[in-house]
């Protein structure tokens, strides 16, 4: 999602896997029931690795979904989805959007994952700018793309979503 703060401040590599949350586990069932519903029930562990990184699990909006445009119950702006299981829902139809995207084959296609990944913080422009610039996802790319959407008139903020995200993210996530 175009986030002003993507997430919770962590860092760390995808070098190391982190464990999960009670939190993001306790949400297991539910993210498995819109992951089936929405076709891409081989994501889940995807799915809990975006939840620990926008959330922890914590908060009424775990996926931080408010922005996205599936987010038709409550106003679009930053946390402003007031049910989890909402969020959820919404944030796994925009996960399947950038999937789709992206040509991901499946959850061991990391080059395509990254390229989802980035693109679900981003807004999904950025996987058709990504695409024509260097072919997919680049960490060069995604910090250029940042900065270029920040340097748009009438951006008032000092930063475009989240330039580590699927750094951020893979280290919560086990292919």
Known sequence: MVGIVGGAAFSGSSESSEALSQEVL???ATIQKYANQYGIPEYVSVIQAIMMQESGGRGSDPMQAS???YNTRFP????TITDPE????????ALRDVLQK???TGPTDLDRIKLA?????YGSAYIDWAMERDGGYTKENAIA????????PGWNYSIYGDKEYVDHVLRYYQV
Not at 76 to 79: A, E, F, H, I, L
Not at 86 to 91: H, L
Request: glycine share 18%; net charge negative; hydrophobic share 20%.
């Open 67 to 69: 922005e996205s445009g």
């Open 76 to 79: 679009r702006g930053p946390g």
């Open 26 to 28: 306790s949400y297991t």
């Open 102 to 104: 992206a040509g991901c």
């Open 145 to 152: 793309y940042s900065d270029m959407m920040c340097a748009r």
């Open 86 to 93: 909402y969020s959820i829902e919404c944030g796994i139809q």
């Open 117 to 121: 990944l980035q693109g679900y913080n």
